[in-house]
Structure formats: structure tokens, C-alpha cells
């Protein structure tokens, strides 16, 4: 069989693409694992209560819109006020999403429970 250069060439661009594929699925492999570490090991400090003091929290998932203390309870606001976290030292993090609600023409503002991973998807925390 002869030797034909444009064959040639094509054979190299496939391969060349095929390799950067596999490159690419292995990256890729490597840093959903690690953001998978990262999330379990969050999720394991807001469970264990670690980041139960405000400053803690704030330094590992940004500064909030406020904080207010009542008693030994401090509630951070993100999101618009509608993300509350309730931090009591060494307790594991709550969260709460805020929902206004119409009862009988009043409007109440209701807390309703969230899990850990619903809060650590909305908020911006490392």
C-alpha cells in the first residue's frame, strides 16, 4: 500500500484529539473527587459544630447581610434575607429559609427547616 500524507495526517489529528479527550475525562474524574472531599468535609464541620461561631462561619462561607444575637443564638442572613443560619457555640449549624406567608390577610413570616446540602448549595462557602 503506498504511503498517502493526507492518512497520514488525519490519523494524527484523531489520535491527537482522542488523547486530549481521555486527558480530559481523567481531569475531570480528579476534580469532581476533589470537590466531593471538599463538600463532605464541610458538610462534616457544619454537623459537628465547628463552624458554630459566627466569625468561623462567615471565613469559610463569606460575610452575611446581617446578624442578630438573641440570648446564645446568633442568626446570619444571606440571600436576600430569605437564607437564615443559626449558630449556637459547639451545636451543629441550622438553616432556615424564610417564607412569607398570607393568614387571613396578615402576612407572617415563616421559618421553615433546610438540609445541610440545600444551604451549602446556596451559598458560597469553601
Avoid at 17 to 45: H, Q
Avoid at 52 to 70: E, I, V, Y
Avoid at 78 to 100: A, C, S, T
Wanted: aromatic share 8%; with cysteine.
Amino acid at each position: 500500500m503506498p504511503y498517502s500524507p493526507k492518512k497520514s495526517f488525519w490519523t494524527v489529528i484523531i489520535i491527537s484529539v482522542a488523547i486530549c479527550a481521555v486527558i480530559m475525562a481523567i481531569g475531570g474524574v480528579f476534580s469532581k473527587a476533589r470537590g466531593d472531599a471538599e463538600r463532605a468535609s464541610l458538610i462534616a464541620d457544619l454537623q459537628s459544630g465547628r463552624l458554630s461561631a459566627p466569625d468561623a462561619f462567615q471565613a469559610r462561607c463569606g460575610n452575611a447581610l446581617s446578624a442578630t444575637t438573641k440570648d446564645d443564638e446568633t442568626t446570619l442572613s444571606y440571600n436576600y434575607h430569605e437564607l437564615l443560619v443559626k449558630l449556637r457555640p459547639g451545636v451543629p449549624v441550622r438553616f432556615f429559609v424564610r417564607h412569607v406567608v398570607n393568614e387571613n390577610g396578615r402576612l407572617r413570616s415563616v421559618e421553615t427547616v433546610v438540609s445541610h446540602d440545600f444551604a451549602v448549595d446556596h451559598l458560597d462557602c469553601k
